[in-house]
Nanobody
C-alpha cells in the first residue's frame, strides 16, 4: 500500500521560508517521478516542482524558479520542497505525488498515480 505523507506547511509572512517534507512508504522510490503540486481555492491543481528519482534531474514551474528547491533523501524515502522568498500567490494546498516512468518535467497532475493528503501553505502580505 503506497502512502505519501506531507508535512511542514503553515502560515508565514511574505518573504519567509518553509520546507515541506513528503515521507513515502510502500513505494519503489527509485527511477520514478515525484513532484509537488499546489491548488489554490477555485483554481486548477498545478505542478510546482518535480524530480526524477533515478538521476536527480529537477524541474520547476516558471513561477517558482530560483525560489523553490526540490530534493530527495533516498535513504529516508523522503521528498522535500524548500520554499524561499514566499509570495502571497504561493498560498494553497501543497500535495506530494508520485508516478512511474520518466517525463517528469511535464508536471501534469493527471499523470500521477499516488497522492498525499496535502499540507496547507498560507501567505500573508
Amino acid at each position: 500500500q503506497v502512502q505519501l505523507v506531507e508535512s511542514g506547511g503553515g502560515s508565514v509572512q511574505a518573504g519567509g521560508s518553509l520546507r515541506l517534507s513528503c515521507a513515502a512508504s510502500g513505494y519503489t522510490y527509485s527511477s520514478n517521478c515525484m513532484g509537488w503540486f499546489r491548488q489554490a481555492p477555485g483554481k486548477e491543481r498545478e505542478g510546482v516542482a518535480a524530480i526524477y528519482t533515478g538521476g536527480g534531474s529537477t524541474y520547476y514551474a516558471d513561477s517558482v524558479k530560483g525560489r523553490f528547491t526540490i530534493s530527495q533523501d533516498n535513504a529516508k524515502n523522503t521528498l522535500y520542497l524548500q520554499m524561499n522568498s514566499l509570495k502571497p500567490e504561493d498560498t494553497g494546498m501543497y500535495y506530494c505525488a508520485a508516478k512511474s516512468g520518466a517525463l517528469c518535467g511535464r508536471m501534469l497532475y493527471w499523470e500521477y498515480d499516488f497522492w498525499g493528503q496535502g499540507t496547507q501553505v498560507t501567505l500573508s502580505s
